[in-house]
């Protein structure tokens, strides 16, 4: 494999795995990545090609090159709290019922994203996903975005650069936030103001 290469991922179906083994490589420094949402399984159910045969192999030079601009870490989240030029997005599970997550990092923001969206199986639900995105970012805006663990997150970072939008992946995710004492967090709570297009929002200090 080169740095050169255009390198198409893809999993058995739709998922996480393909896309962040797509956002690994882009903030690695690999600029020719494309992703298959709906994997081998749409591959055969459009009669593509299939081989067992195993590809050639010849040594090459590789260079990974870290973009510190596309993953935020701690500190940097720290700063983005009060900081009103970068707002922060919480993709976590639990979108739809505010019972599920008590607590988030201070000034988030939350999208009622349908989990078959932030699971896509196929390009119409990946499409849907950022036009749902982009009905709730504006184009000026710059967001952290944060999940559990950053797959999720790093879905969603990857779905708003493409259509234009600035944003970086904080991979960490609450389970690194939360497992720091130190670090602030604040109750979750729920807001009946719609999301545009999707689902319910929350915001900080709206109310049940």
């Known amino acids: 494999m080169r740095d050169t290469d255009l390198l198409v991922i893809y999993g058995e179906g739709g998922g996480h795995g393909s896309v962040r083994v797509a956002w690994v490589l882009d903030v690695h420094g690999h600029r020719r990545v494309a992703v298959m949402p709906d994997g081998m399984r749409g591959w055969r159910e459009r009669g593509g090609a299939i081989t067992s045969e195993p590809p050639g192999l010849s040594s090459s030079s590789y260079r990974a090159?870290?973009?510190?601009?596309?993953?935020?870490?701690?500190?940097?989240?720290?700063?983005?709290?009060?900081?009103s030029r970068v707002g922060l997005l919480d993709v976590r599970r639990g979108q739809a019922d505010p019972s599920?997550?008590?607590?988030?990092?201070?000034?988030?923001?939350?999208?009622g994203l349908a989990e078959r969206l932030m699971c896509p199986a196929n390009l119409e639900d990946l499409r849907e996903l950022q036009e749902a995105l982009l009905t709730s970012v504006g184009a000026g805006e710059s967001l952290i975005v944060y999940s559990d663990t950053g797959v999720r997150a790093s879905l969603v970072g990857l779905a708003l650069r493409?259509?234009?939008?600035?944003?970086?992946?904080?991979?960490?995710?609450?389970?690194?936030?939360?497992?720091?004492?130190?670090?602030?967090?604040?109750?979750?709570?729920?807001?009946?103001?719609?999301?545009?297009?999707?689902?319910?929002?929350?915001?900080?200090?709206?109310?049940?």
């Open 65 to 83: 090159r870290l973009d510190g601009e596309k993953v935020a870490n701690k500190l940097s989240v720290l700063h983005a709290i009060s900081d």
């Open 100 to 111: 599920e997550r008590s607590r988030q990092i201070p000034s988030s923001r939350r999208l």
């Open 162 to 208: 493409d259509v234009g939008r600035a944003a970086i992946v904080y991979d960490g995710g609450w389970n690194e936030w939360a497992s720091h004492p130190g670090l602030p967090t604040e109750d979750f709570v729920y807001s009946n103001e719609p999301s545009p297009g999707i689902a319910p929002e929350f915001r900080p200090g709206a109310t049940p």
